[in-house]
């Protein structure tokens, strides 16, 4: 009973993570865009220049994290085998995730703050930089928690529906946003981001300090229970390889990670090639891009497209049922996985959206089909999504088995995901920016509200619905075609993914000195790599 008593208590602590980091995030996907090109007055030129930069950083601080994350777990020298403990591993995340989420919640809130108006680009730029990294740190870190906190799978499900449930709470400060937005006067707007920004952080601390506890890493004796639950598939280090580059409080040392970084390149390099990742990776990158080209031009959708048959009310509460309605899917989707496999209900998804964004194309103008289809196709893009950690999980346990490792590297493979997937996010808001700029010059880049806001009667308002209509159409459906196409040259599904997890156990839970042949079950020329 004690132990249930801990399950409960961790799997609440473990969720409420992901609601301090969506109570910020939701809303800086949904404004930032809006705030800089229609009310900070940011110049196209400047705007594009700050996303490439943006662009490259992105896609990089995810792939150093991951390498700096695992990077002992990649040695096999002596002195770096006790980093290998599941206790410390666990509380080096755990101090991280506060350190960072702080760090994300201080620079949302400098977001609403340009330096001056002739500064706008390089507050842009800077604040993008800076708030994208400390995400990608927590992201990172947090995708890899569950599995250092335990190998029950019936942990890991009630822990995996506690993260999406807590999301569907943070999701309300989307809903709650919209009352305040105003592009005329962001001053009630800047009061609300204020305070979301002190509950992410506060929460962020209480959090990781809670589990840390439990644990027994603040000096007390924590709860011996917790303890035998971590991770029985890790040794601890022998006595003979007792010296660690870890102090008393459990801290990796910056300088064990640096040097492993060559090793660690290599293995990256190799996971890389692996012929699934290389597909998964390419429909990542497009899931990628259009989640965000939903997050971006949703306002515009709803106030552009169907605006003058819904009240700013209805706007806002369908604005806050995209963002919570994707983590109710997910549940759902998750319990579809496991009878149709993640495969099936990934390709189904796709399917789902050609098919109704096609269907949206020919029927035009019909208002209340526009109102499901903006709803509708953010929901279930999002969903798809959602998804994806169960892949990036399947291609770690097919690199166990592919590199006949005794330890996955949950943390280097999430960051390689995102470091191919990640200039999806930059693209996104160029690509969509400038179809606007060329279609609706007024409409975007001007800090002028008069003539922002666009008169329904005006031919600028047209050229801006037209243009937005067709975002909103037929990019879903060059996303789907592409994505379907990588999708049928991915392998790691059904027998095969079986044959994978089956290896991976084996290999994880050998001992040291009894290497397990993988050629007479699935061999490694049934692998096959670019």
């Known amino acids: ?49 700050a996303e490439l930069v943006f662009m490259l950083g992105n896609s990089l601080n995810d792939l150093l994290w991951g390498m700096l994350s695992d990077g002992t ?4 020298a002596a002195s770096d085998v006790a980093s290998r403990n599941p206790l410390t591993t666990l509380n080096r995340r755990l101090r991280t995730i506060r350190q960072a989420g702080v760090g994300m919640s201080v620079f949302f809130l400098c977001m609403w703050f340009p330096l001056s108006a002739s500064l706008v680009s390089v507050s842009f730029a800077v604040y993008l930089l800076l708030y994208d990294s400390f995400l990608s740190l927590v992201d990172v870190h947090y995708s890899a928690l569950l599995a250092d906190l335990t190998l029950s799978s019936a942990t890991r499900g009630n822990m995996n529906m506690a993260r999406s449930a807590a999301s569907i709470i943070g999701s309300l400060s989307v809903l709650v946003s919209y009352l305040f ?38 000096g007390e004796a924590g709860d011996g229970s917790v303890r035998q639950a971590l991770l029985p598939m890790h040794r601890a280090p022998s006595p003979k390889n007792s010296r660690t580059p870890i102090d008393q409080t459990g801290r990796l040392s910056l300088l064990a990670s640096l040097r492993q970084l060559p090793s660690t390149a290599k293995v990256a390099w190799g ?52 963002f919570a309605l994707p983590h109710i899917n997910n549940i759902i989707f998750s319990h579809m996985t496991k009878t149709k496999g993640t495969y099936a209900v990934i390709r189904l998804l796709l399917l789902l959206k050609l098919g109704v964004a096609a269907t949206t194309f020919i029927t035009s103008r019909n208002a209340l089909w526009l109102i499901l289809f903006v709803a509708s196709n953010r929901i279930f893009t999002e969903g798809t999504c959602k998804l994806m950690g169960l892949v990036v999980s399947d291609l770690t346990d097919e690199d166990v088995v592919i590199s006949q490792r005794k330890q996955p590297l949950s943390a280097l493979v999430s ?50 619905r037209e243009a937005l209509f067709y975002m909103l159409t037929l990019v879903p459906m060059a996303c789907g075609v592409l994505q379907l ?17 089956d290896h991976a156990n084996k290999l994880i839970h050998s001992n040291e000195d009894e290497p397990i042949s993988l050629t007479a079950d699935y061999g490694h020329g049934n692998i096959k790599l670019l």
Request: with cysteine; charged share 10%.
């Open 181 to 218: 937005w105003d592009i005329h006067d962001l001053s009630s707007f800047r009061m609300f981001a204020a305070v979301i920004s002190c509950v992410s952080a506060i929460g962020f601390v209480a959090t990781t300090h809670y589990l840390q506890r439990r644990l027994g890493w603040d």
């Open 415 to 464: 960051g390689l995901a995102n470091f191919v997937a990640k200039p999806g996010q930059s693209f996104a808001p160029v690509v969509g920016t400038w179809i606007l700029a060329t279609a609706a010059p007024n409409f975007v880049f001007n800090s002028d509200m008069q003539q922002n806001d666009l008169s329904k009667s005006t031919k600028g308002y047209e050229a801006a």
């Open 485 to 501: 196409v990588f999708w049928s040259r991915f392998t790691l599904h059904g027998a095969k993914l079986q044959r994978v997890k």
């Open 271 to 322: 996971i890389l090639t692996h012929r699934n990742f290389f597909w998964f990776s390419l429909l990542h990158l497009v899931q990628v891009f259009h989640c965000h080209f939903n997050n971006n031009f949703f306002p515009a959708f709803l106030s552009i497209l169907v605006g003058s048959v819904l009240s700013p009310t209805a706007q806002s509460l369908v604005l806050g049922l995209s």
């Open 73 to 76: 777990l990649v040695s096999d």
């Open 1 to 49: 009973m004690k132990e249930h008593g801990w399950l409960n208590a961790t799997t609440l602590a473990y969720g409420s993570i992901a609601l301090f980091m969506n109570v910020i995030h939701n809303v800086f996907l949904i404004y930032h865009v809006q705030a800089y090109t229609r009310v900070f007055g940011i110049t196209q030129q400047g705007f594009w220049i």
